[in-house]
């Protein structure tokens, strides 16, 4: 497949790794979270499990650290972790994203969001000025199965009222990466978390936006139905 032969009319963006660099923040919160269970958890644990529901990786993580619990203690441990990191996540942007976003959109672009953050904590991290060039949010709240479950790139690609055939997905999280193949999508992934050896389901991997931008010419071109 030849994604320079693509005819988008859409960009579907992960969040973070994508658009934000909030994960060093996010990663803080569950690391002190777990030392407290006395489960040192490593980065490969959290970054790993980007884009997941956080009930699921409460629940994976004490399985995987062969701990027990309770479905009460699970719900009690993430809401510990998100008033941690409401406290102290701190808003930062992948470099070129924000640009990048502003570029398609008055390309003439369709554009989503995915993410696997509630509605409220989008609000707290992502400025109303970005949010609103959105034509499409998904958040953790809008979706019964997140990543890396389709449903939440199937619910962006019908808010959008575009064939899959004519979008393409920006992520940088293996499960997002394949619920984003899973529902059919093109995706592109950015090593901006992970290295690029657990990005490999991805139809291509780049090292930064401007890596991206470099090679691909839908990103410098407006909509007109061409081959981009």
Same mark, same amino acid.
């Given at each position: 497949?030849? &994604?320079?032969?693509?005819?988008?009319?859409?960009?579907?963006?992960?969040?973070? /790794?994508?658009?934000?660099?909030?994960?060093?923040?996010?990663?803080?919160?569950?690391?002190?979270?777990?030392?407290?269970? /006395?489960?040192?958890?490593?980065? *490969?644990?959290? #970054?790993?499990?980007?884009?997941?529901?956080?009930?699921?990786?409460?629940?994976?993580?004490?399985?995987? #650290?062969?701990?027990?619990?309770?479905?009460?203690?699970?719900?009690? &441990?993430?809401?510990?972790?998100?008033?941690?990191?409401?406290?102290?996540?701190?808003?930062?942007?992948?470099?070129?994203?924000?640009?990048?976003?502003?570029?398609?959109?008055?390309?003439?672009?369709?554009?989503?969001?995915?993410?696997?953050?509630?509605?409220?904590?989008?609000?707290?991290?992502?400025?109303?000025?970005? #949010?609103?060039?959105?034509?499409?949010?998904?958040?953790?709240?809008?979706?019964? *199965?997140?990543?890396?479950?389709?449903?939440?790139?199937?619910?962006?690609?019908?808010?959008?009222?575009?064939?899959?055939? #004519?979008?393409?997905?920006?992520?940088?999280?293996?499960?997002?990466?394949?619920?984003?193949?899973?529902?059919?999508?093109?995706?592109?992934?950015?090593?901006?978390?992970?290295?690029?050896?657990?990005?490999?389901?991805?139809?291509?991997?780049?090292?930064?936006?401007?890596?991206?931008?470099?090679?691909?010419?839908? &990103?410098? &071109?407006?909509?007109?139905?061409?081959?981009?």
């Amino acid at each position: 497949m030849s &994604l320079r032969r693509l005819k988008l009319e859409a960009v579907i963006f992960d969040m973070d /790794g994508v658009i934000t660099n909030t994960m060093p923040d996010h990663f803080r919160a569950w690391k002190t979270i777990f030392n407290k269970e /006395g489960i040192p958890v490593t980065h *490969h644990d959290i #970054y790993s499990r980007e884009g997941q529901r956080g009930i699921h990786s409460v629940r994976e993580i004490f399985a995987a #650290y062969g701990r027990s619990f309770s479905a009460a203690k699970a719900k009690e &441990l993430l809401r510990r972790k998100e008033r941690l990191f409401q406290r102290i996540v701190q808003r930062r942007f992948i470099p070129g994203a924000r640009r990048l976003i502003r570029d398609l959109k008055s390309g003439g672009f369709r554009l989503a969001l995915v993410t696997g953050t509630s509605r409220h904590e989008l609000h707290r991290i992502l400025p109303e000025n970005l #949010y609103e060039l959105f034509d499409v949010v998904v958040t953790g709240s809008d979706v019964r *199965h997140g990543k890396p479950h389709p449903e939440p790139f199937r619910k962006a690609v019908r808010e959008l009222k575009i064939s899959r055939r #004519y979008a393409v997905v920006l992520e940088n999280a293996p499960f997002g990466i394949r619920s984003a193949k899973a529902a059919g999508l093109h995706c592109l992934a950015l090593s901006t978390s992970l290295p690029e050896a657990y990005l490999k389901q991805a139809d291509g991997v780049f090292h930064s936006i401007r890596d991206l931008r470099s090679q691909l010419r839908f &990103l410098h &071109l407006r909509k007109t139905g061409r081959s981009a």
